[in-house]
């Protein structure tokens, strides 16, 4: 018993000691795992003083969680969450605004118009289409090449996308379609789609990688994880919707918590610098600072194949479009 | 005998501290249960009467529940996959557990260590399991063209069915093996059919054992969602309703309303069963004979094959999760690799080494708990001693989604001071010790009723306090109980996901939670690999309590041996 006890005092002070050692930062993200494991390597060796604690879930699941902790907050920085949401997060007065150092170097799409702005971007990803070309020869189903597509009875069954209400890939999907089509035909259409919807997933890469499992046919998701899937040897194609496709922005921003904002503005200022941005390169096909290259695989000039988003439409009517949406589809 | 048979003042003053010392415990005890189990659970259900901001709304919030259909129907779901898992898996442990108690069939050892495997995985990997092996891509879809179509009811009563069995063969194989040999041989001296006699004989005998058994795994199905999770498709239950209002939407008014409506299923299933064990009577007296099956080739053979097939199917489950964790991309390429252990989700390993920590300090602080609480209100009667009882048993009846909702409820409210355990390990480790409290606390009331009051009694006259009575007797004669709840605390902290998945935080990743969300992610292979390294964790800790259990029993139950 006495053995048993002092091992689970040593449990907890090994657990708890390198919090003691250095300045602990909260960061909330939306990034894919995959990509936070490479960017970990790069930010642990440039901040060797901060020991930066991530909690990552899906765009909606992390944006809900920091709105339900405002009083009690918990996060010192957001990173890499849709500026859709980041929008609503100034709107709630729940940012800080701050210029992270080398914030010139970024294009002013990427950033807030406001000094010190209180976001700043750092890519930009939309929506496509993973094609699973074998579970297609077995179903003798056509190559989707659009939106319109997918509404077809051949799909029935087929389709997977994610769920605009946890997933950022799936709203700004769902916002493309309402935007391009208007509200009553974007429904209209969203109905016609529902009928070939399999299931609607909780994060926005799902649906690519059930499709590349060959476990779905096709999935809506977005471009990095069709490239990826289809490097890795998948039997995937990766379809651009030619209506355009949807897309949002990834940004940061440092939140009202106060505490330790020192280590949070740290964080935020490699979170901007060349190192970070190459890394993000690797990832998407546009960054916020210029002259970097783009991914294998994916489109040289993201302008030619994105319908452009109206992002303060889609952070102003974000409750209004998620109540309609689950009205009619979830289940 | 009592205190006031002691005269000289010494000792009666020494027994006044330890009065105080006893009513301080007792007290300790009572703000433990206040504190972690009802004052959450009132605020549960207080939210559920307010809306988003706190005003009061009567029943708003269930009329405006019961008022949409397509979440109203998650109710109509929970309870038909819950019935019909309930009565697929009863059905079959019946069975099973007759094989491993009334037959001579070879290989009973093999088959009750088979049967035990979904103890020690979360309940999703039944879910992942059996889309890989029947899913539109699956194993034996491609290989065979059939296409069950496994998403939606299938699926989720299949897979529950397996995560439930365990439980309802451990409590059948108890019931089945409390028989008296005497009835049987009434039974064919006068001539009864082996019908007549399994009918009148046998199926009375274990009716109680039976009744237990489905309120179990009813209450274990309608209360989970990593199953319907996982493998649901667009069918959508009551857990996985709260799951998504919470964490996919932070809609806590809506979260605490179905957790209320979830609360009534779960507890009537609790309150009922109670109620039918306390008409259990006793089946085996001092003059009971033990039955020993004989043998009966064909019955044996049949039942063999019952099992093979039953225990193969739940051994297929586990081959194919460490199967796929294994090769490079299923069911495509099954080239070996060992990449899907190099966890590349926020935690990683520390999810691992978290769990363990977590699970461990439960197993500790929760025996420990358990074992004291039982005491205090078994051997030190006072007035609090019946409603600590009841706030002793009340967790039980508590869904984990529900008492984690609570838990975000109670400690992470706006200007309390307990917001300081938000966002800790500490309270990760509280939820799993208060989620599992019962049936330790049961076991442990158990084992204190079976000892004779005349211990305190007689150290009492003799003016031992009572804390050395406890430590010096009371405690190594329980000693394989304590250890058997600490066990209990460990495999369960290890696996449960319904409360943690609402409490983790960044740096208190759970690798049951980690599970989930790789999946969420589409990372089954991950997914996998980490429901692997759960289950080998379970399995060694099992293994370590089977040789410290042999110790155990060698050091402290010497004189159990002797009196026989």
Redo the contacts between chains.
Sequence with gaps: MRR??S??VV??VL?AAP?WAKDVV???TAL???Q??DYKKAYDKALPNLDV??????T??IA??F???K??M?ADVIWGVAATNILIFKNAGLLEPYAPKGLDRVQPLFRDKANPPSWVGIDIYMSAFCFNTE?AKKHTLPAPASWADLTKPVYKGHVVMP?P??SGTGYLSVVSILQRLGEAKGWEYLDALHKN???????G??????A?????GIGVSFEYVAAKAKK????IQMVLPSEGSGYDMEANALTRKGKSSAAAKQFLDWAITNEAMALYSKYFAAVAVPGFPVPEGLPKDISKVVFPNDFDWSAKNRDRV?AEWT?RY?? | MSARAIPDRPVRQAWHAEAVLRLALIAFYAAFLTLFVLYPMLQVFTRSLQDGQGRFVGAANYVRYFATPAIASSITNSLAVATGTTLLTVVLAFVYAYALTRSTMPLPGLFRLVIMLPIFAPSLVQGIAFIYVFGNNGLLTRWTGFNVGIYGFKGIVAAETFYALPHAVLILVAALTAADARLYDAASALGASRVKTFVTVTLPGVKYGVMSACFVVFTLVITDFGVPKVIGGKYSVMATEIYNQVIGQQNFTMGATVSVVLLIPAALAVVIDRLVQRRQYALLTASSVPLRPARNRGRDLGLFVYCTLVAGGIAAIYLVILASSLVTRWPYDFTPTTKHYRFDTVGGYTAVWNSIEAAALAAVIGTVLAFAGAYLVEKCRTAASGPLYVLSVLPVSVPGMVLGLAYIFTFNAPGSPLNALYGTLAILVLSHLVHYFTVPFLTATAALKQMDAEFENVSASLGVPFYRTFWRVTVPLALPQIVALSLYFFLNAMVTLSAAVFLVAPGTELAAVAVLLMDDAGDTAQAAAMSVLIIAIGFAVRLLYALLMRGVTRRTQAWTVATR
């Design positions: 048993l006890w091992l689970a449990l907890v657990g919090a909260i960061v909330y894919e795992n995959e936070i494991a604690k991530i909690l990552r879930l899906s909606g699941d809900a969680r709105m339900a902790e009083d009690n918990q579970v769920n209400a946890s919807i399999a299931e609607y997933t909780k994060s890469s799902k649906p690519c990688k059930d590349a499992s060959g476990e779905r890795e040897g998948a039997p998620l009205k979830a289940k």
